[in-house]
């Protein structure tokens, strides 16, 4: 598991440092993973429903059975951060222990998650948000049902990669105040599908000056497209309009409060 090899590759990926790799867990061992994915939609989970995003997904580790606790465990440890660090160049990376944010995702027929940065420091550690890890768990999963993770330009002007969430296919990517991401377009798999992933983040204790404009973002930021609906514009005025205007306690409270 060598990462310093695939370095060049990750930092001058375009449009901003990103690796996709096919194949790269034990078949048997993701697919141990997939089988235990919970039925998400309980009072325990989280639940999404609005014009940036419908979706659902789990709240810390007590959904995961025990083959997936494994899995996050390893993908906790020490081996695997030395493997980010070598693949990425970011040193010191803290992992995320209470899965804020991460942990298994789904997008049922017709959800989406709009393309957004997301926020760049954790509530609660007050860590440095600095790569997402994002493992797709969808066996046998056609062209035709949708659901592709876009990457997106700084300047919102166009997707410029797309790929498609077929299982064992993991992503990485650095995360700052323009690495725009997300699945934008309504899911069409048939009815009883349901596009899953697995997601992990990663944190250091500071980060180089640039990266983010505005240090110390709990929230998610949603960019619109040219073909997005005036009511996702509409709604993300008003929703920046308040986290602006509130006090940065309240706005924490209010964010544990959402998860």
């Not at 089988?35 to 979706?55: C, I, S, T, W, Y």
């Not at 990517?173 to 048939?190: E, I, K, N, Q, R």
Request: charged share 25%.
């Amino acid at each position: 598991m060598m990462g310093n090899e695939r370095h060049a590759g990750y930092a001058g990926a375009a449009p901003y440092p990103h690796i996709c790799l096919d194949g790269f867990w034990d078949a048997a061992d993701l697919s141990r993973v997939a089988a235990e994915f919970p039925e998400l939609g309980g009072k325990e989970d989280v639940r999404f429903n609005d014009p940036n995003q419908v979706k659902l997904a789990s709240r810390g580790e007590y959904r995961m059975g025990p083959a997936t606790r494994e899995f996050v465990h390893f993908l906790n440890s020490q081996p695997f951060l030395e493997f980010l660090s070598a693949l990425t160049g970011i040193e010191g990376l803290i992992p995320d222990p209470y899965f804020v944010g991460g942990g298994f995702h789904e997008i049922r027929r017709g959800g989406f998650l709009k393309i957004h940065a997301d926020f760049n420091k954790h509530p609660d550690l007050q860590l440095d948000r600095r790569l997402n890890l994002l493992i797709y768990l969808n066996e046998n999963w056609e062209e035709s049902y949708g659901g592709h993770f876009e990457l997106w330009d700084k300047e919102m002007r166009q997707c410029v990669k797309k790929f498609l969430p077929v299982f064992n296919r993991m992503v990485i990517f650095s995360t700052t105040d323009v690495s725009y991401h997300g699945h934008p377009d309504a899911l069409s798999c048939p009815e009883g599908r349901s596009r899953r992933s697995l997601a992990l983040y990663y944190y250091t204790n500071g980060r180089p000056r640039g990266e983010v404009l505005s240090d110390g973002r709990i929230t998610t930021q949603f960019r619109a497209r040219e073909q997005d609906t005036a009511k996702m514009r509409n709604y993300n005025r008003v929703k920046d309009l308040v986290v602006n205007v509130t006090p940065p306690f309240l706005l924490r409270l209010l964010t544990k409060r959402m998860k």
